[in-house]
Nanobody, 125 residues
Framework: QVQLVESGGGLVQAGGSLRLSCAAS????????MAWFRQAPGKERELVAD????????YSADSVKGRFTISRDNAKNTVYLQMNSLKPEDTAVYYC??????????????????WGQGTRVTVSS
């Protein structure tokens, strides 16, 4: 069993930066594909970025490409989301998620079976 705890959210002005962290418990973390999702009020949860177990492969949504970077430190059982050049439309609750499926074979949100409680990010204009 894996438990995920996010931190690092908050209020920031447009153009600013935040780094989200997701700390995992359990020995399975190093074998998991990890991802960051977000859900804005009234909208569906969307994938922001994901990363393979080794960190060697990553994906970022077009809406955040060039601004957000996902990374992981398996020695610390932690995955990060560095968010730069934040925009008001980035305002959402951000969730960390994990799956035992190999990166590139995950086809949907439902295949993530480990979820954190979420951390709120608010970007003011």
């Amino acid at each position: 069993q894996v438990q995920l705890v996010e931190s690092g959210g908050g209020l920031v002005q447009a153009g600013g930066s935040l780094r989200l962290s997701c700390a995992a418990s359990g020995h399975a973390f190093t074998r998991l594909t990890m991802a960051w999702f977000r859900q804005a009020p009234g909208k569906e949860r969307e994938l922001v970025a994901d990363i393979s177990w080794s960190g060697g492969s990553t994906y970022s949504a077009d809406s955040v490409k060039g601004r957000f970077t996902i990374s992981r430190d398996n020695a610390k059982n932690t995955v990060y989301l560095q968010m730069n050049s934040l925009k008001p439309e980035d305002t959402a609750v951000y969730y960390c998620a994990g799956t035992a499926k190999s990166w590139g074979l995950v086809t949907g949100t439902s295949q993530y079976n480990y979820w954190g409680q979420g951390t709120r990010v608010t970007v003011s204009s």
